[in-house]
């Protein structure tokens, strides 16, 4: 599972199995994750986040959305 990006205390990655899910991305800090679809960007699900943190977590994937989709189409070929 590739770190694609780190913000603070943020970690976004996807697993090399999700090549057949639109694509998306994970967070992950500490114990919570959560998964954000990148087209649109729009909040999947979480585990340990708070509502404040997601929409956190939104905001950086909006700016950074180009850089994301761009490492998910290197890595998974498309």
Do not use: C
């Amino acid at each position: 599972m590739p770190t694609i990006h780190r913000v603070g205390p943020y970690r976004f990655f996807f697993y090399a199995g999700d090549r057949d899910e639109p694509i998306h991305i994970h967070v992950e800090q500490d114990e919570k994750i959560a998964k954000f679809w990148l087209d649109p960007v729009r909040f999947q699900k979480s585990d340990g986040f708070n509502r404040a943190q997601i929409h956190k977590i939104q905001k950086i994937i909006e700016e950074n959305r180009e850089k994301l989709v761009e490492a998910w189409n290197e890595y998974f070929g498309r």
